[in-house]
Structure formats: C-alpha cells, structure tokens
C-alpha cells in the first residue's frame, strides 16, 4: 500500500499559543501546506512535532504575563512564584509530578 507520509517541521512562536483558537488557525495552516504537497488520491499521515500542543497547558492562561518573554526559563520564573499556590493545587489535584514520567 502507498501512503504518502509528512513530517511537519514546525517553528513553535508563543503568540500561536495565545488561544485554542490561534493555535487551531495555525494548525489548520500547517495542515494545509502539508497537503497541498501531496498526491492526495493517496492515504495521507501528517506528524507533528512531539509535544507541539504542550504550551496550550499554560500560555493561554498566562500570555499577557509572558508575551515579551524569550525563554521558557524566563516565562516559568514569571508565572510559577506568582502563581505558585495555584499551581501546586493543580499539580496535587492531578497528581501531576515529575516522578510520574520517569522511565525504571
């Protein structure tokens, strides 16, 4: 069987992240670039890249706090001390550790 196959190499900016909405538009783009590539009698599979929807997590929440930042450092030392309490009660309430994703 062939199928084509597409690997999306996509430059992640924060204002993609500033809303569901941004961030749909902006896959939506990405997709139709992809497909506008390919012979589209053929099954086509789109990848993109790993954990490119992570920052919708956070940056919604929080994208007047960090818009002018230039590092996910300098973004995570804005928010977390003052929204610290908040997000320990997210963290406890969806058991959400960092021991949770480690590989034995």
């Known amino acids: 069987m062939r199928i084509n196959l597409v690997a999306v190499q996509a430059r992640m900016e924060l204002e993609d992240y500033a809303s569901p909405e941004r961030f749909r538009q902006r896959m939506a783009g990405l997709m139709q670039g992809a497909v506008g590539a390919v012979d589209r009698s053929l099954p ?18 929080y994208y007047d706090l960090i818009k002018d930042c230039r590092s996910l450092t300098q973004a995570a030392l804005r928010v977390i001390p003052r929204r610290f309490w908040r997000l320990l009660a997210l963290t406890l309430r969806h058991r959400a550790r960092s021991s949770d994703s480690v590989i034995r």
């Open 44 to 61: 086509t599979l789109v990848v993109y890249p790993e954990a490119i929807g992570l920052y919708l997590s956070f940056v919604p929440f």
